[in-house]
């Protein structure tokens, strides 16, 4: 696709359930980047992948979150057993290699909601 | 580690004038990059404009163009001739200059809302 495609565009799940929530970045763009967006605030980073390892998983918040990004292509963030404070907007972002110089590119965002 | 401050929750400004959105950072790195994004109510991050800590000057893009003061570490955004389109959430955010370096610090963000 032309932009960086994610979904579900929204989710409402009760607590203690698992979502997975996926990300297909631009066609050629290596490097893979999620963020949460809480209600008022600013983006907190998450976990990027360039290819399919990780080289940085250092913002996923605790062991229920974890990514996988298989083929180079497509990513999925899965959060286990949710929690009420897991409720957010998660958006995702690719660019054509990782690096600093390098201007990412994001999704709508996923917004999910735990009951 | 970086951080980045937006010192104003909201601003507002009247069409085609000028407004200007501040944001301050911290870091010990000599080089890095600085982004201003836009998030309109469609959720989806849009790149303003981007600085390189080592250009002076100032970066513009069209309406847009910023006051990159790097020793004040200041890097404030003006947009001129302020439309309806541009009213949007304002993020500012850092990256750091080393080559493996991929995560974007954001600020806390601007709320502009542009009155016709």
């Known amino acids: 696709g032309a932009g960086v495609s994610q979904s579900p565009s929204n989710k409402v799940t009760e607590k203690g359930k698992d979502v997975e929530l996926r990300c297909d970045p631009i066609s050629g763009h290596t490097a893979l980047y999620w963020y949460r967006q809480s209600l008022g605030q600013g983006l907190e980073f998450l976990i990027y992948f360039q290819g399919n390892s990780a080289p940085d998983k250092s913002g996923l918040p605790s062991d229920r979150f974890s990514a996988e990004r298989t083929g180079g292509s497509v990513s999925t963030l899965t959060i286990q057993r949710t929690q009420q404070e897991d409720s957010a907007v998660y958006l995702c972002a690719s660019s054509l290699v990782a690096g600093s110089n390098q201007p990412q590119h994001f999704g709508d965002g996923t917004r999910l909601s735990i009951l | 580690a970086q951080t980045v401050t937006q010192s104003q929750p909201e601003m507002s400004v009247q069409e085609a004038e000028t407004v200007t959105l501040s944001c301050t950072y911290d870091?010990?790195?000599?080089?890095?990059?600085l982004f201003w994004y836009k998030q309109p109510p469609s959720r989806q991050m849009i790149l303003v404009i981007r600085?390189?800590?080592?250009?002076?000057q100032n970066a513009t893009e069209n309406r847009f163009s910023v006051n990159f003061q790097k020793a004040a570490k200041s890097f404030s955004l003006k947009i001129s001739d302020s439309q309806l389109g541009d009213a949007a959430m304002y993020f500012c955010?850092?990256?750091?200059?080393?080559?493996?370096?991929?995560?974007?610090?954001f600020g806390e963000g601007t709320q502009l809302t542009v009155n016709p």
């Open positions: 955010a850092y990256n750091t200059g080393e080559t493996s370096g991929s995560r974007l610090t």
């Open positions: 600085q390189e800590a080592y250009k002076q």
């Open positions: 870091t010990s790195e000599s080089d890095y990059y």
